[in-house]
């Protein structure tokens, strides 16, 4: 016989071959869509660092969620910009805030989308920081409190699923028993239980308004040189009670999302975070990388490692090049 003895290049020769032996699957279903909403009608600002994501008042935000169910995406996960922020975030549990206001009109338009809501404070607060300062310190009990009650208040308003994000030791088991006592047991809790201080934030920031005022997060979101560290989060969420969890960002940490997967046995979310959306795009603006076949192999390597779903801006794009 003669060499090579193995082909394996016979199932790459078209596109139904390829389609057909492909080991890791992507679809619309696999995507939620981060969304900012705003107080306001009638506003839709496009953010400067992310082409193609805008700040929208309730009004406006509504016609974009009838497109995201229309392309078969799973859901949206809802970040708030308040009308005015104070020293510990209290327009965070408002009923009528933003985030509030817009969780009850998808329910009353009656979408077929998984409603997220991120809880944190740092969009919140006039310093910037997720929970509490006293003397320059971010302090961890006292702020659980207070992110308690906003997931109860997310819930009121019909949110299917409260994911915190503010990297507060404890706050997992915190949300869960507000939940409970409040009569949400059906609501469901996604932490961000593998959330680094990471770069690749900095779009975020200027979309939801979010940067600190003073220092950095550093002493409650965790070092990217560590894995051990996050298997310990996680493991710590799931015993609060979390029913799903997340690795943030997803890129730079596919390594740490591979080590989670194996390790539990309940859904694994990456988020797929604006710096890494924004370098795509910058990219792609200047002819440097093709932004289709960038964005979906990024995806497809985000699955790869593992994730059951992916948060992230690119939803809507990837859903209609899957479509084709």
Known sequence: MSFPVERPRRLRRNERLRSLVRETPLAASDFIYPMFVCPGKRVRNEVPSMPGIFQQSVDRFLEECREVEQLGISGIILFGLPEKKDERGSEAWSPDAAVQRAVAAVKKANLDLVVMTDVCLCEYTSHGHCGVVEDGEVLNDPSLELLAQTAVSHARAGADVVAPSDMMDGRVGAIRRALDEAGFTHVSILAYSAKYCSAFYGPFREAAGSAPQFGDRRSYQMDPANVREALREVRLDLVEGADMVMVKPAL???????????????????YNVSGEYSMVKAAARNGWLDERRTAMEILTGIRRAGADFILTYHAKDAARWIAE
């Open 252 to 270: 730079p940490y596919l390594d740490v999302l591979r080590a989670v997967r194996r390790s539990v046995r309940v859904p694994v979310a990456a």
